[in-house]
């Protein structure tokens, strides 16, 4: 943002520039070869410039678990919210922007080292402790499928849901997507995550959100990633929840004040 008069919020390393005449925030930092603007929703409808060579989609939790109409039938709008997930892939892609796919997968060491008492509980049936993570769900579908442990890795219901697997395994072969496990509701809650990992090898600063739920794992990882000093914007129509409307009222409200918050219909245009 070549502007005479804009401010700078930030260190050395890690910046903004913003001029207020134009209402625009330019968050490539040390510039770019090929800027993006991107219009939003936050801060009186403001512009985000971005560079897309360390710009990325961030998908949470849309997992079979939370949106296979056999294991929750609630979660109508996680399921509409695959559409616009799927054109949002398509066009990160086009435009050379990778996309991360951060979901449970909980394993043995989680089990028995890090999980707290509140996410074993909150996943039980409330009264057993063998029905929480990596309990044996049984099958769905008329018995067609074995829906394997609760949200252990490799298990049928942690696989991302329907047309949406189908686009990871596309975004494999293609060499544009990257997966990472975590056993909590934020993908960087911790020291230095799978997640972060690959944040700090890549260069990736801006950070696009979409997934479920929007106001627990989607909210927890787009919080830590405010606090950690990356650019956070939230894409409305792509995040769900099957809290309460006001639950998301939160998310939006605090994402537009600490990053921004966005549609899938004004970004997609804008790549």
Known sequence: LVVANADKFGNYYNYWLYDAASNVFDLTRYGSSNPITVPTLSHGNSSIIIAPER????????????????????????????APTL?????FRAAGMPIAWVQWGIDEYDLTHLLSPSFLYGFSDGVHA???????????????IDAGKLLCRGAWNAEQYGPLYTSYLKGLQL???SYFNKNTLSGLWGVFTPFEQWLHDTGVT???????????CVFGTMIDAVYKGYDTIMVEDICATTSPYYATQMVVYNIGGDGWTTNSTMVIPAL
Not at 87 to 91: F, G, K, L, S, T
């Open 175 to 177: 060499g544009t997507d």
């Open 55 to 82: 710009s990325a989609l961030v998908i949470v939790d849309m997992q079979n678990y939370f949106l296979h109409p056999d294991l929750s039938p609630r979660a109508t709008a996680g399921r509409a919210a695959v």
């Open 130 to 144: 063998n029905t929480s993570f990596c309990s044996e769900m049984g099958t769905i579908a008329n018995g067609t």
């Open 87 to 91: 054109q949002m892939i398509d066009a």
């Open 206 to 216: 801006t950070l696009f959100f979409g997934g479920v739920n929007a106001d627990q």
